[in-house]
Each structure stands twice: as structure tokens, then as C-alpha cells.
């Protein structure tokens, strides 16, 4: 096949960069992510994981280089960022579900206010995606009658009530008790395993093993490794690495 047939990644960073004022938090970043691809970020904290994944959709504006969405670079504003946003779902450690509405309606506002779904079939979809975290039965229930992992379970259901060609989560598990974790770990295999484009900032090291086809390892800003997860935990090649894992694995 002819590379002007192939299909463009779905993620494509070129030469990325970002500051924080004096500090260098992205250097230099090239990534490609095909298409249906789950790729597990690790490195130790201040690494530049949640900023590499916040500036994929332009949550975090890049000093230099491009990144493109299944073939389109992200613009750095307006209407067209914030439609090319809507293609990419994001789950943050907090779960940002809005308070006073309830959980079939943080679901639903997405679709009708940017998609422009009617409101019924935007609850029809609402509930299927419910149904399949598992918490269909918490429809009618506001955001703080609900455990942290049912938040979390909601948060992944509203992204992807989006539509989303790409799946984002910074850290979804790290405020969670751990009790709750496998759930919302499950709820991302799940989807992992249905063919969604996934970019996990995570020290799940189970879920990376599990359900990742790529392990990217960061360290003062820069992408230290790009392994599968088998090679990448059983022989990592850079020191910083090594010690990253002697430092999580033993604990």
C-alpha cells in the first residue's frame, strides 16, 4: 500500500514544544498513534505526561510544532478547535461532572448543545453508554450521591457520548479509592478492546499490561522509551527507566 493511500495516524505530534516559563516541560515531542492503538504513558511526576495529554486537544497551548487529529492539525482557536475538540474525549483525575445536574444530564448536555442531537435521542444514547459502565441505574442521581468510581464510570460515558475518534485520560484513577479503581480500569479495557484510540496517563501497571499495545516513557520532558508493555517491564533500556520501575513495581 502506498503511503498517500495509508490512513494518517490518529494522533500525530511533530516536533512539540512547551514552557512553562523557564521550565522546558515538552521537548522536542514525536509521537504517532495509529488508529486503535492504546498507549500507556508513564514517568516519574513533573515528567510532562498530563501536559502532553492536555495539549493534544489544545487544553494546553504548545509553544512550537503541530499536532494532528486523524489528519487535521489542531487549530490554536475558535470554532474549528473547539469542533476538532469535540473528536477527542477527555477524563481527568476529577471527575468535572457538573453538580447540579444529574448524571443522564451531564451525559446528554454534550451531544445536544454541540452535536446538536435532539434531546431524545441524545437520551437513548445516554443510556445505552450507561448501561455499558454500569451505571444505568444511577441515571437519576446527582453527581455527589454517587461513589467516586460511579463519577469516574460517568465521566468516561459522557466523553463518549461525544462520538469521540480519540479517548484522552489523565490520571483517572489516582483520586479514587483503590476499592474503585478496577471498575473504572474494567470500563477502560472495555473500550480498549472495542477499538478505541486511547492515550492513558496512568501508573495502572496491570491496565498497561492488560490492554496497552505501547508504553511511552517520559522523563524531564522528553520520551525516554516508546516499548511494548512486555519489553518495556521486563527490560527497559534507559537507566531512568530502571529506576522509575524499581521505585513502583517494589511498592
Not at 489542531?74 to 461532572?97: H, S, T, W
Not at 442531537?117 to 450507561?130: F, H, P, Y
Amino acid at each position: 500500500m502506498s503511503t498517500a493511500e495509508a490512513a494518517p495516524p490518529m494522533i500525530r505530534a511533530s516536533a512539540v514544544n512547551k514552557h512553562f516559563g523557564d521550565l522546558h516541560v515538552l521537548k522536542d515531542i514525536n509521537i504517532e498513534v495509529p488508529r486503535g492503538q492504546v498507549v500507556i504513558v508513564l514517568g516519574p511526576s513533573g515528567s510532562g505526561k498530563s501536559t502532553l495529554c492536555r495539549a493534544i486537544n489544545r487544553l494546553e497551548p504548545i509553544d512550537s510544532g503541530e499536532i494532528a487529529i486523524d489528519g487535521k492539525p489542531l487549530p490554536a482557536e475558535g470554532k474549528a478547535l473547539a469542533a476538532l475538540r469535540a473528536d477527542v474525549g477527555m477524563v481527568f483525575q476529577q471527575f468535572n461532572l457538573f453538580a447540579h445536574k444529574t448524571i443522564l444530564d451531564n451525559v446528554t448536555l454534550g451531544p445536544v448543545k454541540v452535536r446538536k442531537q435532539s434531546q431524545a435521542d441524545a437520551r437513548k444514547t445516554a443510556m445505552e453508554l450507561l448501561e455499558r459502565v454500569g451505571i444505568a441505574n444511577q441515571a437519576a442521581k446527582y453527581p455527589a450521591q454517587l461513589s467516586g468510581g460511579q463519577q469516574q464510570r460517568a465521566a468516561i460515558a459522557r466523553a463518549l457520548a461525544m462520538k469521540p475518534k480519540v479517548m484522552l485520560f489523565d490520571e483517572p484513577t489516582s483520586a479514587l479509592d483503590p476499592e474503585m479503581v478496577q471498575e473504572v480500569l474494567d470500563t477502560m479495557i472495555g473500550l480498549a478492546d472495542e477499538g478505541m484510540t486511547m492515550v492513558v496517563v496512568s501508573h495502572e501497571m496491570g491496565f498497561a499490561r492488560r490492554a496497552a499495545h505501547r508504553v511511552l516513557f517520559m522523563s524531564d520532558g522528553e520520551i525516554v522509551e516508546d516499548a511494548d508493555p512486555d519489553e518495556f517491564f521486563t527490560a527497559p533500556k534507559s537507566e531512568r527507566a530502571k529506576d522509575f520501575l524499581s521505585k513502583i513495581l517494589t511498592h
